[in-house]
Each structure stands twice: as structure tokens, then as C-alpha cells.
């Protein structure tokens, strides 16, 4: 082999093993994709015969996963289902349920809002996975979603339809100083629980939000931050 020949094999063998080098890199820091060894296939077709969903969100979101070891993973359909008390994805038709130990919270991005699932952010809670609608340095806004599978009848002409269907709940809680307390979306519940009567009375009537709804509450949670 002539001068120039070993030269170029020299070249390509150094470059290669540089190559390797960089993707042996890539492997230790960890793929950008989710190992789909941490998710379980759903079989959606349980659900065709009951009546009512058993998810949280009537479309399927976007959302970013933190996983165990404190990378985030970015899916285009996300979801929790109350009935399994689970995160799913959905890609090309295929739904998939992550396994719980796999990640440490999912943030799911509605359009207005980012709602974080997490477990363990309270001992009441236990395990199961709960949605903070607000999470702020010293009040958090949690819900808990729900759904059980019930029997019901429909009286028709003739013999009554017995038909099965998803029934949904949804319990709010705050959570100030690191004490939890269940509520009631109603301002005098909610100002029992915060204080600043007056400010916050006036406050609600000058910018006319209604805390009966979750939006409204979570305005005046980001006024009363402010106030302490």
C-alpha cells in the first residue's frame, strides 16, 4: 500500500473510532426516546360497550414525561384515565399506559394551562396520582379525578336496557404550607382556607371571576401570592 493509501485508512479508521466514541457518548447520556419497555398497550376495544369515557380530557394533549432518571420525553397525545388511575399516550392509533415506577411526574399541556401529574406530593394521597391545576411557592391547587364503572337501567317500552357506564368524579383539594385540606369550589369555603377576607373580596368583585370554576380559582390564587 502506497503513502496516500495508508494515509486515507488512517483518516477513516480514526474516524470511525471517533464515531463510536461520540455514540458510545449518546448511549451513556440517554436516548431521547421513551424505552417503550416502560408502557403497557391498552386494549381500547373494553371500553366500546360502556357508556361515557373514562378519561379526564375530552381531547388528547401534549405533554412531557420526567423520567426515573431525570430526563424529560416529549409526546404529542396524552391523557389520564380516572378509571385505571393511569397516564396513557396515543401514537398512530395505539394507546400505551406508562408504568407509574418509570417516571417521576408528567406535565400535561391543555392549551391554557399545564397540569402536573405526580404521586407521593402528600401523605393522604398514598399513591395514587393526583393533577395540580396550581402549583405556586405556597398554595397549591390539586384535583383528583375519579371514575368508577356503573350499572344503570333505561326503562323502554317493553324490557328495561341494563347498560353499563362510566361515572366520574372530581375532589378539590388546597394544599397551603404543606397542609392539605379538602374544598369546595365556593368562595366562602376557599376563603376560610386563605384568609385576606377582605382583599379578596374585592378583589373577585373588581376583576368579576367566579372560583366555581377551576380557571377562576387559580386567577385568585396567583392574587393572593401576592399578597403574602
Known sequence: MNK???TILQ???TTIFALIITLMGWAQEGSKLYDVSKTRVVDQSNYEEIRGTPYLY??????????????????SEVNFNGYTQELESKTDGLVEEFIGHAYL???VNTGKNEHTFIRGIHPDFGRDIVCIL??????KFIKKFKV???ESVMQTPGIPTVFEKFSPTKDYYLMV???LTKTKLKKKSIIALLGYKTEIEKYLKQEKINITSESG????????ESLI
Do not use: C, P, S
Open 105 to 107: 411526574k408528567i406535565i
Open 134 to 139: 396550581y402549583d405556586g411557592q405556597e398554595v
Open 4 to 6: 496516500l493509501g495508508i
Open 148 to 150: 368508577k364503572l356503573e
Open 217 to 224: 380559582l387559580i386567577r385568585l390564587l396567583n392574587y393572593y
Open 177 to 179: 404550607d404543606g397542609n
Open 11 to 13: 483518516r477513516t479508521t
Open 58 to 75: 375530552d381531547d388528547w394533549h401534549e405533554a412531557k414525561l420526567l423520567d426515573a432518571d431525570g430526563k424529560y420525553h416529549d409526546f
